[in-house]
């Protein structure tokens, strides 16, 4: 079992930035594919940006070039930086692990991401 806890969400103005932190409980977080998922309202849940356990890392068209992930295995956290946000960035972020695209994929609860003037 792994329990995943974001934190960072809020409420920023078009042009802002914010950070989400995502803690996993799992001593074995550093094997995990830990990613970035969003839902906004009406809208089907979409992937952001992913971080395997070498360090390769994937982004969503719409987010490359504003949004940075990466994580600090010391700490069994992972990061999202959002720079430049955008009121079509507005949604639920959800932090996402699994050991493998296949494997069973464990959630954390979702943090409120709002983008607007």
């Known amino acids: 079992q792994v329990q995943l806890a974001e934190s960072g969400g809020g409420l920023v103005q078009p042009g802002g930035s914010l950070r989400l932190s995502c803690a996993a409980s799992?001593?074995?977080?550093?094997?995990?594919?830990m990613a970035w998922y969003r839902q906004a309202p009406g809208k089907q849940r979409e992937l952001v940006a992913s971080?395997?356990?070498?360090?390769?890392?994937d982004y969503e068209d719409s987010v490359k070039g504003r949004f940075t992930i990466s994580r600090d295995d010391a700490k069994n956290t992972v990061y999202l930086e959002m720079n430049n946000l955008k009121p079509e960035d507005t949604a639920v972020y959800y932090c996402?692990?699994?050991?493998?695209?296949?494997?069973?994929?464990?959630w954390g609860k979702g943090t409120l991401v709002t983008v607007s003037s």
């Open positions: 799992s001593s074995f977080f550093s094997h995990y594919i």
């Open positions: 996402n692990a699994a050991l493998n695209p296949d494997a069973h994929h464990y």
């Open positions: 971080i395997d356990a070498g360090g390769n890392i």
